[in-house]
């Protein structure tokens, strides 16, 4: 972060007082009201690195009801409140400092615009008396981030703190959901204000009208093969239950957008798998195989449509479901568009009473038997050779509470996760759908800390782990006890695969070294084991469970799966 810089003389005399002045009670400095602000739009928790330009606020966090959590690495900051985005029904919030601060924030941002992520960076700037004058750590904060945000807002004028957060908030929810930046000027936060909080402002949640329900209803009707495809992060769980059972009663299949999977359950008999990278075959040729596909909380995008070749015909039926006016991110056919959040749109939807046609029924099952087939776990028994995924997971998953979850980064090793694992509610799997690695950690402690009752799995890559790995010291200080399984095949693996299809027997770039994992998670206050040989796999998993449930700590496997053979 740079050496330590001296406080601005001017404001050092505002500090004598921390967030009022003894004269005058009647005022609180905008830092505090910041905070103040924070707390009346329901923000539980913030995560944070912290930099002297952004004290007041710290020192306002100090007697507030909101948690704060201080992490290792403003990258570990901003994955972490970006998952709580997920998670939760208000915009996650992350700290940061001016210039380094901020450029590391940068990933946790790129990830809330493309997962559509309700989702707040706060950051500290230079004072405005020493603006455009080159000062230590000096950015521009909206040539920066306006590309990749929502909004760019920098507070100028201290009586405007909590309506600047009002609009913040508002902003990352309104619409589609993303993140939001504001800038904190170091002097500006030390003023002295009026105390009054801006209200909350309500966000539209849209709705289908009277030609959407007649529409959606003759889409349905003039079907053999419909489909619903649901993702986004823009669910409550009463909408995901809603629609569930709704498609349940009217035997239609619901697809998952590549992980997102939990918003119709894993064993729903409506269920029938994934669309994404590594999407199994029944689900590869879904898209066009179904005549009429309705997409809600997501667009037939990138990934969806298999690199925009998937259902471009024009003459195809695809209803899409978003607030969102201008679609951003569609590609293919609209036949018609529903201006409405999902759950707004299930709320409607319920009310249509359709009768079943028996080709629903066939197609359904039909799809639904592939998905059964492909989920089905391995054998449990270990193989008498080296550490296979296949068999912790047959192990792990029988273990697992009805409420479960998983947090992913980016990498081969995720594969295990969308095939095996149980997701059986909204937000179940928390992972990165812009595929940034070193997303799997930071995501898991945001989960067990918003929801410690629930059992937290996180997988994560040996390339992928050490990129936030030292946030494990984060999940000690707090008390946050996820399971974290590090697979370990000594290579970046997805980058190799790629390697090899375009450039055979030429591997460059792509191998890792590795320290002993389980060492360091030992080093970190949790439970940690080395695994090499697949008969000690049921072993390690019964006794890192065990040290969960009963030392309370988080406990880390580290698998040493076999490695492709070299072709260099």
């Known amino acids: 972060m740079g050496p330590y810089a001296p406080p601005d003389p001017g404001a050092e005399a505002a500090r004598a007082e921390p967030g009022g002045s003894l004269a005058d009670q009647s005022t609180k400095s905008a830092g505090h009201v910041i905070v103040d602000s924070l707390v009346s739009h329901g923000i539980r928790r913030v995560y944070l690195v912290p930099g002297e330009s952004f004290l007041d606020v710290l020192d306002g966090l100090h007697d507030s009801p909101i948690e704060t959590i201080v992490c290792r690495h403003e990258g570990g900051a901003t994955y972490m409140a970006e998952a709580d985005g997920k998670m939760g029904q208000v915009p996650g919030v992350a700290m940061v400092t001016r210039g380094p601060g901020a450029a590391n924030a940068h990933v946790g941002l790129h990830t809330a615009w493309q997962d559509s992520t309700p989702f707040v960076l706060f950051v500290g700037l230079v004072p405005l008396t020493h603006r455009e004058r080159e000062a230590f750590q000096e950015f521009d ?11 760019v807002l920098v507070l100028e004028d201290a009586e405007r703190a909590s309506e600047i957060i009002a609009e913040a908030m508002f902003s990352a929810m309104n619409g589609r959901p993303g993140p939001v930046v504001v800038g904190l000027p170091e002097d500006v936060i030390l003023k002295h204000i009026r105390p009054g909080l801006h209200p909350v402002i309500p966000v539209a949640a849209g709705g289908m009208t009277n030609v959407d329900l007649a529409s959606i209803s003759e889409g349905l009707m003039k079907s053999k093969k419909p489909l619903f495809v649901t993702g986004g992060n823009d669910w409550t769980q009463s909408g995901a239950d809603q629609l569930t059972h709704w498609l349940e009663k009217h035997h239609i299949p619901a697809a998952a957008e590549w992980r997102t999977q939990g918003t119709v359950p894993f064993d729903s008999p409506s269920y029938i798998g994934p669309i994404g990278y590594g999407r199994p075959r029944p689900t590869y040729h879904l898209l066009e195989e179904a005549d009429f596909v309705v997409f809600v909380g997501t667009l037939p995008g990138d990934v969806i449509t298999n690199g925009f070749v998937c259902r471009q015909d024009w003459t195809r039926q695809n209803l899409l479901v978003s607030i969102d006016p201008s679609l951003r991110g569609r590609s293919g056919p609209v036949s018609w568009q529903i201006l409405a959040k999902p759950d707004a749109f299930v709320g409607d939807l319920v009310t249509l009473d359709l009768p079943v046609k028996e080709e629903w029924k066939v197609w359904t099952y039909t799809m639904r038997e592939e998905q059964a ?55 179940s799997m928390i992972s990165a759908r812009n595929g940034s690695m070193g997303y799997s950690v930071p995501a898991a402690i945001a989960a067990s800390l918003e929801i410690p009752e629930r059992r937290v799995v996180t997988i994560a890559g040996d ?31 997805t980058i190799r695969t790629h390697q090899e299809r375009h450039y055979p027997r030429r591997v460059s770039g792509t191998q890792l070294q590795n320290p002993d994992f389980a060492r360091m998670a030992q080093a970190f206050g949790g ?10 796999v049921p072993e390690a998993l019964e006794s890192a469970l065990k040290a969960i449930d009963e030392d309370h700590v988080f406990a880390l496997i580290h698998l040493i799966v076999e490695k492709r053979t070299k072709a260099y």
Do not use: C
């Open 373 to 427: 087939k492909f989920s089905m776990l391995p054998s449990a028994v270990p193989s008498g050779g080296p550490a296979r995924m296949d068999t912790l997971m047959a192990n792990l998953i029988p273990t697992l509470p009805e409420d479960a979850m998983v947090t992913l980064g980016a990498g081969e090793h995720t594969n295990w996760a969308h095939r095996y694992f149980p997701t059986r509610r909204y937000a």
């Open 463 to 493: 390339g992928e782990f050490l990129m936030n790995g030292q946030e494990l010291a984060t999940a000690a200080q707090y008390g946050a006890t996820p399971l974290v399984v590090v697979m370990d095949n000594r290579e970046y693996g």
């Open 527 to 536: 439970f940690g084991v080395r695994v090499e040989n697949d008969v000690d």
């Open 141 to 151: 904060i909206k040539a920066w981030f306006d590309t990749g945000a929502k909004r």
